[in-house]
């Protein structure tokens, strides 16, 4: 299923590819992501709304989704990336796979890190930015990057939300 490149030892971790990865499969997954709360009421019930059961997530609630909910949000997106971004290695992907697992766990925590109001300047998803979506469910369906919906007009700030940084004085 994935290109001949995926499993060549040859060379170390590609990091622009790594980033390239990144970028694609959050831009997939944005798209799966509105289009399973959109599409049709049933498919929501069937696929992402098990995942919602959890309004206030923590960090195990990362991978807690229904056989239907992680083909659409996490299978066909990793597949699409692979054919997209060819050209990798194993051990890009490896960084790729690794990077990707660990950014899924810390945005469904409910821990505030340090470095959030750089990565929110930046445009990178945060806890507080995923949290809002679990709380309103039409806003913030990016996962690594805020960047698609800013684009499409989707994007709600935790501070415009909760009129403070997330969590701050919890």
């Not at 692979?82 to 697992?101: E, P, Q």
């Not at 990565?119 to 469910?137: I, K």
Request: proline letters at 6%.
């Amino acid at each position: 299923l994935l290109p001949p490149s995926y499993y060549s030892f040859v060379g170390g971790i590609q990091y622009t590819r790594v980033i390239l990865c990144l970028v694609c499969q959050d831009f997939v997954q944005h798209v799966m992501h509105k289009v399973e709360h959109v599409a049709h009421p049933k498919m929501y019930r069937i696929s992402h709304k098990p995942h919602h059961k959890f309004t206030n997530p923590k960090l195990f609630d990362a991978f807690d989704g229904s056989v239907p909910d992680t083909a659409i949000m996490i299978l066909l997106p990793l597949f699409v990336t692979a054919h997209v971004v060819r050209d990798c290695n194993v051990w890009t992907y490896m960084a790729f796979g690794s990077s990707y697992a660990n950014w899924l766990t810390l945005i469904h925590s409910e821990v505030t890190f340090p470095w959030e109001p750089l990565f929110r300047l930046l445009g990178l998803g945060t806890a507080a930015d995923h949290h809002v979506h679990h709380r309103f469910f039409k806003y913030n369906f990016g996962h690594l990057f805020m960047w698609f919906d800013w684009i499409a007009g989707t994007y709600r700030s935790p501070k415009e939300v909760w009129g403070k940084e997330f969590n701050v004085g919890v």
